[in-house]
C-alpha cells in the first residue's frame, strides 16, 4: 500500500500507520496497574462466596484462584532489555492489509524504540518513548515530532503508561485485575474473570504449563462498547522464558481491526543502544 501513494503523502501514511500499530497493539493498554498478590487475595475473599455458596466449596474456590492468580504473576518475563524483529500483517473491516516490519529495543521501566519499515525494507519512521515524553522521526518527510506521553493517551483514548505497553510487547499478563469474579475449568484450560476499573477480563491459562492462551477484555463503558480478544500462541524457552512468538489481537468497536504478530528474533538482556538523533535538515513539527 505504502508504495502505491504518490511519494508526498507517504510520511502522512507511515505516521496513520504508527498511530494504528501503536493503537491495535496497545489499543486496551491502561495505566492502572495489576494490584499486588496480598491486595488480590483480600479481593477474592470477598468474591468467592458469589462463586461457590457452602463453606468448604468456598474454601476449595479461594484456594484455586489464589494458587493460579500466583501462577500467573510469578510467570511474568523478568528482564532488564529485550530486542525483538517483528514482522505485522494489519486488516481492516474492509479486507485492506498492511504489511509491516517493526524492530524494538526495550529497557526495563525506561525506554521503548521502535522502527517501523515497509516495502523493500525501507524505513518511514522512528519512533523513541520514555516514561514522559514520545518522539518521532519521520523519516519521509523529514520531519521531528516531540510530543508528551499523553501522545499515546490520545491515539487510543486511554491512559497509558510505559509499563504497561514493555508487558503487552513481553506478552505478560495485562489487564487482569485482582478483582477475580469467577472462574471456569475446560478441558486442559483454565479461565479467571476479572472485573477491573475498565474492562473485564476472561483470561485464559494452560492447566499445567499455566502460559497464557488468551485473553477476551470488554470495556466497563457500555456506550464504547470495546472489544478485544487476544491469542497467544508458538511459545519457545530461551534460557527459561517461556515467550510467545506468534499473536493475534482482534479489536472492534465501530470498526474491526485484525492484527498478526510474527517475532521472527528476539533476545534478553543484551546491551542495547537506541539510536535517536534528529538530523539538522528535519523540520520541527
Known amino acids: 500500500m505504502v508504495l502505491a501513494i504518490p511519494a508526498n503523502n507517504k510520511a502522512e501514511i507511515m505516521n496513520k500507520l504508527f498511530i494504528l500499530f501503536v493503537a491495535a497493539i496497545f489499543f486496551l493498554a491502561s495505566c492502572h496497574s495489576t494490584r499486588h498478590i496480598q491486595t488480590a487475595i483480600a479481593k477474592i475473599d470477598t468474591v468467592a462466596a458469589v462463586i461457590v455458596p457452602d463453606d468448604h466449596g468456598r474454601e476449595d474456590s479461594i484456594a484455586f484462584i489464589k494458587e493460579n492468580y500466583n501462577y500467573i504473576q510469578n510467570n511474568r518475563i523478568s528482564f532488564t532489555s529485550f530486542t525483538a524483529k517483528i514482522d505485522i500483517n494489519i486488516e481492516n473491516n474492509e479486507g485492506k492489509r498492511d504489511n509491516l516490519t517493526a524492530h524494538i529495543r526495550m529497557y ?56 504497561s505497553l514493555q508487558d503487552l510487547l513481553l506478552g505478560n499478563p495485562v489487564f487482569l485485575d485482582s478483582n477475580i469474579i469467577s472462574y471456569n475449568k475446560s478441558g486442559n ?94 523540520k520541527r513539527n
Do not use: H
Open 108 to 163: 526495563k521501566d525506561s525506554a521503548i524504540w521502535i522502527t517501523i519499515t515497509g516495502a523493500f525494507g525501507i524505513e518511514g519512521l522512528r519512533a523513541f518513548i520514555t516514561r514522559d515524553s514520545v518522539r518521532l522521526l519521520d523519516k519521509q518527510n523529514k520531519t521531528y515530532t516531540l510530543r508528551s506521553v499523553a501522545y499515546l493517551q490520545e491515539v487510543t483514548s486511554l491512559p497509558l503508561d510505559l509499563l
Open 189 to 282: 484450560s483454565i479461565s479467571l474473570m476479572s472485573s477491573g476499573d475498565f474492562f473485564k477480563n476472561l483470561f485464559t491459562i494452560g492447566e499445567t504449563d499455566k502460559l497464557i492462551q488468551s485473553s477476551k477484555l470488554d470495556d466497563q463503558d457500555e456506550t464504547r462498547n470495546r472489544t478485544c480478544y487476544l491469542r497467544y500462541d508458538d511459545y519457545e524457552n530461551k534460557k527459561g522464558v517461556g515467550f510467545s512468538t506468534k499473536r493475534n489481537i482482534s479489536v472492534s468497536e465501530k470498526k474491526k481491526l485484525d492484527i498478526e504478530l510474527d517475532f521472527k528474533q528476539y533476545e534478553f538482556n543484551e546491551k542495547l543502544s537506541f539510536p535517536f538523533s534528529v538530523p539538522k535538515n528535519y
